[in-house]
């Protein structure tokens, strides 16, 4: 694993969109697992930037979200599939058809896990993949816990990350309690791994989950085990790290 530091939120989303530009230049037709929250909306930013600015192109690229709310239709502002459509999808020149998200409203969640992580396989596995983390430690919606998560699961919220998520909606009963997320076995299974951790509130996540045992108590401290993990960590987020 390696961690690259940044001053500043604007400086880590340029060097995320530097490493996203550079495996979608490399191979166009990556199939790039992507996130949601406040992290990387900055590297949506540049990647469209570099987009209008004609040197991106997103024709060949296939994307695979990490995870959506249970109960939320595709239609819903607060979902995730609504969020990658504002926040890139519908930005960039990617096809709507290589878009895929869990299904929120799946009748039947087993054979929605089982359906997404067939499809992973069937996409031939992710090249590289885009991840936040809570502030808890959590990954997708992969929760502290007594054993690492595998495939796709369908999760139940913890009361940290309900109350972490509420600011995107009116009030926290409105946020949903279960989340379809990939497992922490998909996630350590793409070719490659970029996080973008910015801000205080994660200095306690960056510390433990960094230089911490590998535990899935802090699910962020999986990523040691990955040869090709790159996290960008601002300054701010990196506080507790410094010596004195
Ligand atoms: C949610 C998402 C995660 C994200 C986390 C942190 O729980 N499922 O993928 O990393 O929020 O969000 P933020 O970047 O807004 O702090």
Do not use: W
């Not at 992507?34 to 192109?57: F, K």
């Not at 054979?111 to 808890?136: H, K």
């Not at 502290?144 to 009361?159: I, N, R, W």
């Amino acid at each position: 694993m390696k961690i690259v530091r940044a001053k500043d939120y604007q400086e880590l989303s340029r060097k995320a969109a530097n490493v996203i530009f550079a495996q979608v230049v490399y191979k166009p037709d990556s199939v790039l697992g992507l996130a949601t929250g406040s992290s990387p909306i900055g590297t949506y930013q540049e990647l469209v930037e570099r987009h209008r600015q004609g040197d991106l192109d997103f024709s060949e690229v296939v994307s695979v979200n990490l995870d959506e709310y249970r109960g939320l239709p595709a239609s819903d502002p607060q979902s995730y599939d609504h969020f990658m459509r504002e926040h890139l999808f519908g930005l960039v020149n990617i096809k709507p058809e290589n878009t895929y998200l869990p299904n929120g409203v799946a009748a039947d969640p087993n054979a929605e896990c089982a359906r997404y992580d067939a499809l992973i396989e069937s996409l031939g596995g992710v090249d590289l993949q885009l991840l936040g983390c809570g502030r808890n430690g959590h990954i997708g919606f992969n929760e502290p816990a007594d054993c690492f998560s595998k495939g796709t699961q369908l999760v139940d919220l913890t009361e940290s990350t309900i109350e972490a998520n509420k600011r995107f909606f009116a009030s926290a009963d409105e946020v949903p309690r279960q989340a379809f997320s990939m497992g922490i076995r998909t996630i350590l299974h793409a070719r490659r791994i970029l996080t973008v951790i910015s801000g205080e509130d994660k200095a306690q996540a960056v510390r433990d989950g960094l230089f911490g045992p590998i535990t899935p108590q802090v699910p962020l401290s999986a990523l040691q085990l990955h040869p090709n993990a790159i996290v960008i960590v601002d300054d701010a987020a990196f506080h507790l790290c410094v010596q004195r």
